[in-house]
């Protein structure tokens, strides 16, 4: 049950277990996350360091939240230089776990760079883009 209150006989457990508590007990768990500690914790935990990680087996989502973080977002898009980039899109088509291999591109010229453009117009029989236009 997340997200709810201690019923008040788990707040009275709680408060006697901390009274029987040694006084050894309750500093360790002062000194157990001090900003140092915890942002070596953080450090020990990041990229090939952590447990969870799959390298090159990666996920298209979770890859593409990787290269997020670490490639930073233009305000115009790569190609059009016109509109804000909404779109972070591979170039090799690889996939790979390179942020060179990524670029920020608006929502048309991401389409348009993957073939979905055409792909949309040939599906709709041109309707997309006679709608798009008025």
């Not at 990524?102 to 792909?119: A, V």
């Amino acid at each position: 049950m997340h997200n709810q209150p201690h019923s008040p006989a788990t707040i009275e457990k709680i408060r006697i277990a901390k009274q029987n508590m040694s006084e050894g007990t309750k500093q360790k768990m002062k000194d157990a996350w001090t900003p140092e500690r915890k942002q070596t914790f953080i450090e020990n935990q990041q990229n090939e360091k952590n447990p969870m990680w799959k390298g090159d087996k990666v996920g298209l989502y979770a890859l593409h939240r990787w290269v997020e973080k670490r490639k930073p977002k233009p305000k115009l898009c790569g190609d059009c230089k016109e509109t804000k980039p909404f779109d972070l899109a591979n170039v090799s088509g690889k996939y790979l776990r390179d942020i060179n291999d990524y670029k920020w591109l608006c929502r048309k010229c991401h389409m348009e760079s993957d073939g979905r453009i055409n792909k949309l117009l040939e599906t709709s029989g041109g309707k997309w883009k006679q709608q798009k236009k008025n």
